[in-house]
C-alpha cells in the first residue's frame, strides 16, 4: 500500500512539472493571438491570465519595461507572475496637439470620462492631485483660476467631460484604469514578484474576494488616487520587500482580511501610511517615514464586536512633519503586541486597546493609554 502510494505521488508530480508552462508578454513584440511562448509573446497581461493553469508562470519583458496595462485575477490558483522590473501604469500620454485654447497659456481637451470619477494628471512625470485624493476632494478651481501646471476637469455629459490645463501640454499624462493587479472572486496561491504599480485610480494592488493566499514580493505601488496596496474580504496576504508611497494611504486592509508585511516601508501619503482595519496584522522589519501631514499607523477591528490582532516586530516610526508636530500613531480596539521597536517623535495612542509590550522605545513622544 505504501508502495502504490509513493509511486501515485511520484507520477502527479511529475505530471504536474510536465504540464506547466510560462507565458511570455512582450511589451512592444507581443500579440495577443500568438501562442504566448517566448518566441511569440502575448502583448496583454490579462490574455496571458485568461490562458494560465495552476502550476504556471507569467513572464513580461523587456526588463523593466513600461506596461499601459491593469490585470484581474478571477478564480485562478496557483499562478505565479514574474514582472521582471516591469512596471504596471494607470496613465495614457495625452497629445500635444488637439487641444482647443481658451486664453492665455490656457487649453481645454474633451475626455472620456474616468473609472470613479476620479482624475489624476502627470507633468512632465510629476503627480499634480490638486489637492484630491479617495478621501480629501475638494472643489477644483475655475479654469480662470489655474496656475501654470495645474488643471481643472469639467463633466459636459454621462460620457465625457473638459480637462483644462494652464501651461505646456506636451508632456502631459492622465490616469484612466482603475487597479494595477487586482483580484476577485475565490484563488488561492497567487504569487507576483518584482512587479512595480503606479497612477491608478483606484489601488495599484486591490486584493478583494476569498483568496487563501496570496504572496508579493519586491514589489511597489505609488501615486495612485487611493492605496498602494489594499486587502479586502477574507484575503490572506504575505507581503516581502514592497515599497508604498505618494497615495492617499500607503496600504489599507480591511475587512475580515489577514495581511503581513515583512521589510517593507511606506511614506508620502495623503491620509494615512498604514491603515489596518481587518482581522489580523503583522509587520516584522518595517519602516514608515511620516513626512506629511498624514497619520502614520491607524489600527482597530473593523466593527466594534469584530476580532482584531496586530503584531509590530521591529518596527520604525519615525515621524518628521514639515510642521514639527506629533506623528499620529492611533490603535484603537483590540490586541496588540509590540516588540523590538521604535516610534519616534510620534503621539501614540492606544486607548480601548489591549497592549503588550517588549524592548519598545518612544523617544520624543508621548503615550495615552489605558491605566
Not at 490616469?175 to 483606484?202: H, K, Q
Request: proline residues 4%; negative net charge; hydrophobic residues 35%.
Amino acid at each position: 500500500m505504501k508502495a502504490t502510494f509513493t509511486a501515485i505521488v511520484w507520477t502527479f508530480g511529475c505530471l504536474s512539472l510536465a504540464t506547466a508552462a510560462d507565458w511570455h508578454v512582450h511589451v512592444s513584440q507581443g500579440n495577443d493571438q500568438h501562442s504566448g511562448s517566448e518566441a511569440e509573446p502575448l502583448a496583454t497581461l490579462q490574455q496571458a491570465v485568461m490562458r494560465a493553469q495552476a502550476g504556471d508562470t507569467i513572464r513580461l519583458a523587456p526588463a523593466g519595461a513600461v506596461f499601459r496595462q491593469s490585470v484581474t485575477f478571477v478564480n485562478k490558483v496557483g499562478i505565479t507572475l514574474e514582472g521582471n522590473g516591469c512596471t504596471l501604469d494607470g496613465s495614457d500620454p495625452l497629445p500635444a496637439d488637439g487641444w482647443e485654447e481658451q486664453g492665455e497659456n490656457l487649453w481645454r481637451r474633451r475626455l472620456p470620462l474616468t473609472p470613479y470619477d476620479r482624475h489624476l494628471l502627470f507633468v512632465d512625470g510629476k503627480l499634480q492631485r490638486m489637492g484630491r485624493s479617495a478621501s480629501k476632494l475638494p472643489d477644483f478651481p475655475s479654469p480662470a483660476e489655474l496656475q501654470p501646471g495645474e488643471y481643472c476637469f469639467e463633466k459636459i455629459d454621462d460620457q465625457t467631460g473638459w480637462l483644462y490645463v494652464a501651461g505646456a501640454v506636451d508632456k502631459l499624462e492622465w490616469s484612466v484604469r482603475a487597479n494595477g493587479y487586482a483580484t476577485g472572486s475565490d484563488g488561492d496561491r497567487l504569487v507576483v514578484r518584482n512587479l512595480n504599480t503606479r497612477r491608478f485610480l483606484n489601488d495599484g494592488f486591490n486584493i478583494h474576494g476569498r483568496i487563501a493566499f496570496l504572496q508579493a514580493e519586491q514589489v511597489t505601488g505609488y501615486d495612485c488616487f487611493d492605496e498602494g496596496f489594499s486587502a479586502h474580504d477574507t484575503c490572506r496576504c504575505e507581503i516581502t520587500h514592497g515599497k508604498f508611497w505618494g497615495n492617499d494611504n500607503a496600504i489599507a486592509d480591511v475587512n475580515d482580511c489577514i495581511t503581513t508585511y515583512r521589510h517593507c516601508e511606506f511614506r508620502d501619503s495623503v491620509s494615512c501610511e498604514v491603515l489596518l482595519r481587518g482581522r489580523q496584522h503583522r509587520l516584522e522589519d518595517c519602516l514608515i517615514q511620516n513626512r506629511t501631514s498624514a497619520t502614520a499607523l491607524s489600527g482597530s477591528p473593523s466593527a466594534p464586536m469584530a476580532s482584531f490582532q496586530l503584531d509590530l516586530l521591529r518596527v520604525k516610526i519615525a515621524g518628521s512633519r514639515p510642521d514639527n508636530s506629533l506623528s499620529r500613531v492611533r490603535i484603537n480596539g483590540g490586541q496588540a503586541t509590540i516588540r523590538a521597536s521604535e516610534f519616534r517623535h510620534t503621539a501614540f495612542n492606544t486607548l480601548g486597546a489591549r497592549v503588550e509590550a517588549t524592548d519598545f522605545t518612544l523617544p520624543d513622544s508621548e503615550w495615552v493609554r489605558d491605566e
